[in-house]
């Protein structure tokens, strides 16, 4: 590419970070997760039950800890514990946040004070961070320490300086927080989809399903709460498993994988409201007006650019783990976009956000999945941006954090290695795979930068 011009696709392309950055900060609205709130209800008793632990025995990262295959036993597990340690996953938004808080024990947010503005803006971070802090807690440092040697589970709490009866205090009000209904920041299901000010009888959501992984954690717990207003849905993606009677031994082929275990989503609604969700199949006739039609995406893909309702979509809702700039919704709902990741503007600045923001933006995704159409028109302005995100990142670290920068390079020379290749041969789908794959080991090794 040296010397070449460079075509319209690859000149905006370069300039995504900072047309989406306006975008973001101007026009879309935070979304998260959320408790529905039957479940809330149901595991009342369990909130209140004696503690055992100081900290719960499941540590995220260490597989050893993950013993638990069915709801009840694992909420118990986290129920008996005083602190359950959790961390920001694919995304900060995670479901055990929620999971942990269900069964009444206090989140240790590890990086809470980290967090963007714009993620995860109704959740208790300040009575959390309160209770992080209490004296008699292990400081960050030492609880990290101790996960990375083996010993998290066996974390205990300085019991001669802990105040229990400030934690219960404190405790208390963040439990509080999660069902308040005479406030916008609690947690349940229903809260959530009125957020999103649909004023009509009957919603649509399109999405886009696949057989590896057919469950939205976002789309689901939005669906939950909108039956949980008494709301008429259409879903294009088999949902039967978050009704009561779902027979989890003996799924349907269409709702086969319980991702996740299941936890929090499934079974989690009375079997009356299967009654008003319609399973939509291609074919079948678009619901009748007044409808809001509604698109979601996850597991980091773009938006689906197919219309099911040919006068356009009401309301975007972007799930996706990773902050990068997605291909916005249409002009028609630019007013009504939901974004689960946000962030703030000024943290661009941060060589590895930017880097990501560039290296998994959906221009390049949108290679991987149409090489040679309209919107990804030339493989190699493709390679050419990946090599400019690359040395972005570079002339960024070099300048704050010289001393990484080989490790990094090993790292990212992985993907870099197999990009060449591909090049060689002129694999396409490899080759944009390899040029999307580079990014990850950097993004799970250095994930704390994000």
């Not at 947010?109 to 009575?127: G, Q, T």
């Not at 689901?220 to 709460?225: N, R, S």
């Not at 879903?235 to 003996?250: E, G, P, Q, T």
């Not at 661009?348 to 949108?366: K, T, Y």
Request: one cysteine or more.
């Amino acid at each position: 590419m040296a010397g070449a011009s460079r075509s319209l696709w690859l000149q905006e392309t370069s300039l995504k970070l900072d047309s989406y950055c306006w975008r973001e900060h101007t026009l879309a609205k935070p979304i998260q997760y959320s408790i529905p709130t039957r479940k809330w209800q149901h595991y009342r008793p369990l909130r209140e039950r004696r503690k055992t632990w100081d900290f719960a025995p499941l540590i995220p990262g260490d597989p050893q800890t993950y013993q638990y295959t069915e709801e009840e036993s694992y909420l118990e597990m986290y129920a008996s514990s005083l602190f359950c340690i959790t961390k920001k996953k694919g995304g900060w938004d995670c479901l055990r946040h929620y999971e942990i808080l269900l069964a009444g024990c206090m989140p240790y947010f590890l990086d809470i004070d980290l967090m963007p503005s714009r993620s995860m803006v109704n959740f208790p971070k300040l009575l959390i961070q309160a209770l992080m802090r209490l004296p008699g807690v292990p400081p960050e440092s030492d609880v990290v320490e101790a996960m990375s040697n083996g010993t998290g589970s066996r974390l205990t709490l300085d019991h001669g300086r802990f105040d229990r009866a400030l934690f219960e205090r404190l405790r208390k009000k963040v439990l509080h927080y999660v069902e308040d209904g005479n406030t916008k920041e609690f947690m349940l299901s229903s809260q959530r989809a009125l957020e999103l000010r649909i004023t009509t009888p009957r919603v649509f959501v399109h999405s886009t399903c696949t057989a590896a992984k057919p469950v939205d954690y976002l789309r689901e717990l939005l669906v939950i709460g909108l039956l949980e207003l008494g709301l008429e849905i259409y879903v294009n993606c088999d949902m039967s498993y978050i009704f009561a009677d779902f027979d989890v031994a003996n799924p349907p082929p269409s709702a086969r994988t319980s991702y996740g275990r299941g936890f929090l989503y499934e079974r989690a609604l009375e079997t009356s409201a299967q009654q008003r969700l319609t399973f939509w199949r291609t074919g079948d006739p678009v619901p009748s007006e007044p409808l809001t039609y509604v698109k979601t995406t996850y597991n980091n893909k773009p938006i689906p650019q197919e219309d099911l309702v040919s006068r356009g979509v009401d309301l975007v809702v972007d799930g996706n783990d990773i902050w990068a700039p997605h291909h916005p919704p249409p002009s028609s709902a630019l007013q009504r976009w939901f974004l689960r990741e946000g962030t703030s503007c000024h943290e661009f600045q941060r060589p590895a956000q930017q880097v990501l923001a560039m290296l998994d933006s959906g221009d390049l995704w949108n290679c991987d999945h149409a090489p040679g159409s309209h919107l990804c028109p030339n493989l190699h302005e493709a390679a050419s941006l990946w090599y400019e995100g690359r040395g972005v990142f570079f002339w960024n670290w070099a300048a704050t954090n010289g001393p990484l920068e080989a490790e990094v390079g090993e790292r990212l020379g992985a993907g870099t290695q197999m990009w060449n290749r591909t090049c060689q041969y002129q694999l396409h789908r490899r080759l944009v795979k390899g040029m999307n794959r580079g990014v990850w080991p950097l993004f799970i090794q250095f994930g704390h930068l994000f």
